[in-house]
């Protein structure tokens, strides 16, 4: 996958951020993947280390979700994501999500 995204902060102490991007995958798939989709994602801070996160990958494809929750910031390098995943195509592929991020 190869993708780039664009984000906008909007200014204020519980102001948004918006992200725009589009990707594409590489290599072979089935037929009927969709291989280029947009990127859409939405973050909403409650609290100082407490943020509502919302993002879309379009397609039909592994990466077509849409996903809501938590984002918790740990440490001032450190952040963990829990959100609930909507596959685009059906509800098979619906499933709970947790990611650790570290900031070097």
């Known amino acids: 996958m190869v993708y780039g995204v664009a984000a906008k902060n909007v200014k204020g ?11 594409t995958l590489i290599g072979s798939f089935e ?3 969709s291989r280029h989709g947009l990127v859409l994602g939405y973050e909403q801070p409650i609290t100082r280390k407490l943020s ?3 993002d879309w990958s379009s397609g039909n494809n592994d990466y077509g979700y849409v996903v809501a929750g938590a984002g918790i910031t740990l440490s001032p390098k450190s952040v963990l994501y829990v959100g609930y995943n909507v ?4 509800r098979g592929n619906n499933s709970l999500g947790i990611f650790y991020g570290y900031s070097f």
């Open 87 to 90: 596959g685009n195509q059906g």
């Open 13 to 23: 102490s519980h102001g948004p951020r918006f992200t725009v991007g589009s990707y």
């Open 52 to 54: 509502f996160v919302s």
């Open 31 to 33: 037929k009927g993947t």
